[in-house]
DNA sequence: CTAAATTAATTGGCGTACAAACTATTATCG
DNA sequence: CGATAATAGTTTGTACGCCAATTAATTTAG
């Protein structure tokens, strides 16, 4: 009789899936900034050293597919990291077009000082490791449900 | 003997919650991308919508307390989302210094439309509710974890 | 072999996100 | 009461993130 509110309300704001993943999201990088600040790095471009730190050379099409990210994020991103010393920009000599990203000795020294920051991270969110990995897996799992059928 | 490649990469991109978290959130909000379109809405501008069907009126103070968001990140997009027809932004009489955030007629018909979108993303993720709402609190103890201690 | 199509990066535009500086208003305290 | 401090928003600067348009190089096709 009384339409006052609806006991289930589908817009509700602490509901949202999309809601909880945008703030989580922001509130771990937030985690990272401290980190990260002493070696000039934001979060995307700490993202990028670790593809690197992985798979280096990387072309920009390359790190995109690793990283999701569009190459009109990427390029300015690339040069900025260029500026801090840590990484070289050439073209490919094969393919004109290709941009090879390499490390620079700065860049590879980089990464001892970088294995501390995953182990602080977990120490400071207090979570368990297998929480932490099973919320890995859900992740996954939306991530994958995101490049589903249509 | 030959140091070659540690068996547990610390470091390795694909096991990085934050890496997860950031990809997951920007592939879930491309779904909403779409389907918000019509409205000229963003995602960032949907959850400000959201919060105001739920609480109107609100400051920008109660705004980003609610969405987490920075003063100097919702005064503009409240101004685009006035600009758009959605929202009033006034003065609070009480107190001058503060901004009194109404939906117009118009914000409060998109309500309507607006319901139809969660279903819709939860169909296109094709993710069982059961599933989804274990992320969901999941999500909710990362973000709870950041607030810790330190 | 050359014109057209494809591909890889770059650039520019718009909208967050966050920090810092600034303005206006209100509250507090001597 | 009046100077000071605190508070609420706005503005500015930097860096994503995504889209669309552009440029340069390589393929493909005729």
Not at 43 to 57: C, D, F, K, R, S
Request: net charge negative.
């Amino acid at each position: 009789m009384e339409p006052v509110t609806e006991p289930t309300d589908l817009l509700a704001l602490d509901r949202q899936v999309c809601f909880a993943l945008s703030i989580a999201s922001r509130s771990v990088i937030g985690l990272y900034r401290p980190l990260l600040q002493p070696f000039g790095l934001t979060h995307p471009q700490y993202l990028a050293m670790l593809a690197l730190w992985q798979h280096e050379p990387l072309s920009v099409k390359e790190l995109g597919e690793l990283l999701q990210l569009d190459p009109g994020t990427l390029s300015p991103l690339l040069k900025r990291l260029q500026a801090l010393g840590y990484i070289n920009r050439e073209r490919d000599s094969k393919d004109e077009r290709a941009l090879c990203v390499t490390l620079t000795p700065a860049g590879r020294e980089l990464r001892a000082e970088a294995e501390k920051i995953p182990p602080a991270i977990v120490a400071r969110l207090g979570m368990s490791l297998e929480e932490l990995q099973d919320l890995h897996q859900a992740l996954t799992r939306v991530i994958a449900a995101t490049r589903g059928t249509a």
